[in-house]
């Protein structure tokens, strides 16, 4: 019942900052604030199908909407790369502009093409711990550069967020990110029966630091397209 409790609470979360940040992007045109909000929209899912496991039992319609939650993950956590790209740029980074937002795109691409066709061949087996029923990977028949490949996509991620918050940090004065990023990195770090739960929380605090950041520094783009021209990105 207690983690039941935590996921319809991280559902509810999600879902309220990913219409708050599909509200500000219509009203800027901005990028980053779009791109957030479709994650914050997968993460909704991820808890939502996590907290209502017990309700629907163990069955084939269940395993399917967990490997739903595999797919959502694979498809949107790569867009992290797009939104810290824009972000980077927006905060005034020296080494942020059209060539590491194009980076960015191309990068993201990548993971998400190779996030599908790994999430495709994973197995999975349903696991009741806390009150909650959730499918996880069957390493034991799962290919291991599929299970590890989403994986060591969010590490990188995360990493990147690390490096991007100390970035902001020394520039800026603006910690947040980087302590946000450093909880992240070790709540899905531990092991343990409710490491799941940490990595979820986690999830959380990164967001939100995320959000907060890009009201601080992004402003609305015009272009939701990376762009390789050398032409200045209207900040106005």
Known sequence: MTGTLFYVFVTVANLSLAVWMLIKSQRSHN????????????????????????QIGSNEFLASLN???????????????????LLAEQ????????????????VCTFLVFGGVIATLQLEFEPVQIYGLLR???????????????????????????IVLG??????QR????????????????????FGFLLG????????????FSLLRFTAPLNNTLPNTSNEPVNQA
Request: avoid cysteine; charge should be positive.
């Open 31 to 54: 990028d980053a604030r779009f791109l957030l909000s479709l994650t914050l929209f997968g993460l909704t899912y991820d808890a939502l199908i996590i907290s209502l496991g017990a």
């Open 135 to 161: 499918y996880k990977v069957l390493s034991a028949q799962t290919p291991a550069w599929a299970h590890s490949f989403s994986i060591l996509v969010s590490v990188i991620a995360d990493v990147f967020f």
């Open 174 to 193: 603006w910690p947040w990110l980087f302590l946000a990023a450093l909880a992240m990195f070790f709540a899905s770090a531990p092991p343990v029966s």
């Open 200 to 211: 979820s929380a986690g999830e959380l605090l990164l967001n939100l630091a995320l959000i």
């Open 166 to 171: 100390i970035a902001l940090w020394r520039t």
């Open 67 to 85: 490997r739903g939650r595999y797919l959502a993950h694979a498809t949107l956590t790569p867009l992290y790369f797009i939104i810290a790209a």
């Open 91 to 106: 905060a005034g980074l020296r080494w942020a502009g059209p060539n590491s937002r194009l980076a960015a795109w191309v």
